[in-house]
């Protein structure tokens, strides 16, 4: 099973500052990487596939970038809605895995 | 609109057994590989299984094998998840959601609470 790991556990940001979340792969994924946005008592939603590619109505401050086992999410300027927990995801040999995530909370 | 909406959650006694049931609507069901994916309460999630758009292609993680059993059928636009054998580590909100071509959830839905407690 391959694992992923996020760091940090918690980034504590001002909005309109740029945030980093990283995703490590215990071994290479290709570019097969997801990330995901949680609010409090909603769904995830999916924002970025194949680790580079906007979902759909995805405001264009988020980013993905990586390949292999490193990936970063960035969001180039927080707004108070980004303020969520984000989640990576990959599947890889037929079995689907997620990171522990990362809190982006407001300082 | 494209959504998809679960039911059948509740509270079940610890050896117990209940089906969830995900009703899909505004995309052509048929054509989409589907999956159930759990969240305990406060963690994170966690992948339980997904089924190939025909249902010939399934697969589960090792923590429900043998105990959880993912079925869909197309005519109806609908995903089931039979849960056998509960334990008090299955509680969690349970979300069925679409797989996207490239292996991402892209439609997620509102979720269902299945709590195991005697």
């Known amino acids: 099973e391959i694992v992923l790991t996020q760091s940090p556990a918690t980034l504590s940001l001002s909005p309109g500052e740029r945030a980093t979340l990283s995703c490590r792969a215990s071994q290479s994924v290709s570019s097969y990487l997801a990330w995901y946005q949680q609010k409090p008592g909603q769904a995830p939603r999916l924002l970025i596939y194949?680790?580079?590619n906007r979902a759909t109505g995805i405001p264009a401050r988020f980013s993905g970038s990586g390949s292999g086992t490193d990936f970063t999410l960035t969001i180039s300027s927080l707004e108070p809605e980004d303020f969520a927990v984000y989640y990576c995801?990959?599947?890889?040999?037929?079995?689907?895995?997620f990171g522990g995530g990362t809190k982006v909370e407001i300082k | 609109q494209v959504q998809l909406v679960e039911s059948g959650g509740g509270l079940v006694k610890p050896g117990g057994s209940l089906r969830l049931s995900c009703a899909a609507s505004g995309f052509t069901f048929s054509d989409y590989y589907m999956s159930w994916i759990r969240q305990a309460p406060g963690k994170g999630l966690e992948w339980v299984s997904y089924i190939s758009s025909s249902g010939s292609t399934i697969y589960y993680a090792d923590s429900v094998k043998g105990r959880f059993t993912i079925s869909r059928d197309n005519a109806k636009n609908s995903l089931y998840l039979q849960m056998n054998s509960l334990r008090a580590e299955d509680t969690a909100v349970y979300y069925c959601a679409r797989m996207s071509s490239g292996s991402a959830f892209d439609i997620w839905g509102q979720g269902t609470m299945v709590t195991v407690s005697s």
């Open positions: 995801q990959q599947r890889s040999n037929w079995l689907v895995t």
């Open positions: 194949d680790a580079s």
